[in-house]
């Protein structure tokens, strides 16, 4: 009766879930920048970063004297969107978050992570620290940072136009 039925629309409403989480955690994967967005006393700004990790921690590099990096030490809330290259507006699909960014204390995880998604980057770095010293001196006051949504909205187009679900983390 009631019991059996309250039971399955629980289990419909985990299986949903799952299903939109799998969604979302393949979107963190497959795409490579994340555009952070957030309110200084300047205004409205947004930054886009490649990026690597898991949706509950969104590592990225970046330096402390940019605008972004001054809002980080400035502990200003960000939002932030990941989208895919669309093809179409009817195959609009991706992520838009809100959350918090800090400096990543440890670096080994942040580094290998960003290492495995984007090889290239350690040229950059090895280069950039002994070879060119105008490079060296921009490189060298690079930080890693992580972005940790606290709200997550899945949106997609190809469901309906403007169609859009909100995990809970």
């Given at each position: 009766?009631l ?7 629980q289990h419909m409403?985990k299986y ?5 989480r ?5 979107i963190?994967a ?5 555009t952070?967005a957030f309110q ?9 970063v490649?990026?690597?990790g ?5 590592f990225?590099l970046?330096s ?5 990096g001054?809002?980080?030490n400035n ?6 969107s990941i989208?895919?290259?669309?093809e179409?507006?009817?195959?609009i699909k991706?992520?838009q978050t809100?959350?918090e ?9 942040a580094r290998?992570?960003f290492l495995?998604?984007?090889p290239?980057?350690?040229?950059f770095?090895?280069k ?10 921009k490189a060298?006051?690079t930080s890693?940072y ?17 169609f859009h ?5």
């Amino acid at each position: 009766g009631l019991k059996y039925k309250k039971q399955r629309e629980q289990h419909m409403e985990k299986y949903i879930e799952s299903k939109y989480r799998k969604e979302i955690d393949e979107i963190v994967a497959s795409a490579i920048v994340m555009t952070l967005a957030f309110q200084d006393q300047q205004g409205p700004w947004t930054a886009p970063v490649y990026y690597s990790g898991k949706l509950e921690n969104l590592f990225f590099l970046s330096s402390p004297d940019t605008r972004h990096g001054q809002a980080i030490n400035n502990g200003l809330p960000f939002a932030a969107s990941i989208f895919r290259e669309p093809e179409s507006c009817q195959k609009i699909k991706g992520l838009q978050t809100a959350g918090e960014v800090k400096k990543v204390e440890s670096e080994e995880v942040a580094r290998t992570s960003f290492l495995n998604k984007f090889p290239f980057v350690v040229l950059f770095l090895a280069k950039s620290r002994l070879i060119d010293p105008l490079i060296k001196e921009k490189a060298g006051k690079t930080s890693f940072y992580s972005f940790v949504p606290s709200q997550v909205t899945l949106v997609d187009n190809s469901v309906k136009f403007g169609f859009h679900h909100t995990v809970s983390l």
